[in-house]
T-cell receptor, first 112, second 115 residues
Framework: GEDVEQSLFLSVREGDSSVINCTYT??????LYWYKQEPGAGLQLLTY?????DMKQDQRLTVLLNKKDKHLSLRIADTQTGDSAIYFC????????????FGPGTRLSVLP | GAVVSQHPSWVICKSGTSVKIECRSL??????MFWYRQFPKQSLMLMAT?????????EQGVEKDKFLINHASLTLSTLTVTSAHPEDSSFYIC???????????FGPGTRLTVL
């Protein structure tokens, strides 16, 4: 079945860039998402990318997709303490409905 | 791993009726459950956070009288879509979190179609 993998922990210094990586197994994935979960809160959608795109930029966030390697990354520029959270990568093979697979989440710690 | 179930998996109802969706944590006690809605061509959007024994906290723009959430026990939360209309047709997903850690376990989702 589908599988999404992420490293579990990442620490960066405030002001540096953070890069969170994700790999997935389903080559038919159509949509790839990044969610942010702050302590005690639910998931908040950060950004998403269609599988026919290589890159998407949204303010401090840059998403890179390497379809050949099935690798997705999220880069956060000028990381701030408020960016400390768990970041989930998710994939879906359709734009609506089931087959929504989440990774285990990467806990980002931003050090002062 | 932890298992979360939802029932029903797919429901079709007439406009004006109410529909109840159940979310159960099968092998752990879920102190917090989250309800999400997925719109076509969009991703999951958080609707509300439900803590056992207390009132749910709704996200901005979500009508609490429209989407009634009850979390009466540590293993069950329900979402009732009242007086459903076709625009409520969507895919509703719950997730559950245990008392330790931030890990959320997602249910398989419920597809609601309102005719």
């Amino acid at each position: 079945g589908e599988d999404v993998e992420q490293s579990l922990f990442l620490s960066v210094r405030e002001g540096d860039s953070s890069v969170i990586n994700c790999t997935y197994t389903d080559s038919s994935s159509t949509y790839l998402y990044w969610y942010k979960q702050e302590p005690g809160a639910g998931l908040q959608l950060l950004t998403y990318i269609f599988s026919n795109m290589d890159m998407k930029q949204d303010q401090r966030l840059t998403v890179l997709l390497n379809k050949k390697d099935k690798h997705l990354s999220l880069r956060i520029a000028d990381t701030q303490t408020g960016d400390s959270a768990i970041y989930f990568c998710a994939e879906s093979i359709q734009d609506y409905g089931q087959n929504f697979v989440f990774g285990p989440g990467t806990r980002l710690s931003v050090l002062p | 791993g932890a298992v979360v179930s939802q029932h029903p998996s797919w429901v079709i109802c007439k406009s004006g009726t109410s529909v109840k969706i159940e979310c159960r944590s099968l092998d752990f006690q879920a102190t917090t459950m989250f309800w999400y809605r997925q719109f076509p061509k969009q991703s999951l959007m958080l609707m509300a956070t439900s803590n056992e024994g207390s009132k749910a906290t709704y996200e901005q723009g979500v009508e609490k009288d429209k989407f009634l959430i009850n979390h009466a026990s540590l293993t069950l939360s329900t979402l009732t879509v009242t007086s459903a209309h076709p625009e409520d047709s969507s895919f509703y997903i719950c997730s559950a979190r245990g008392p330790l850690g931030d890990t959320q376990y997602f249910g398989p989702g419920t597809r609601l179609t309102v005719l």
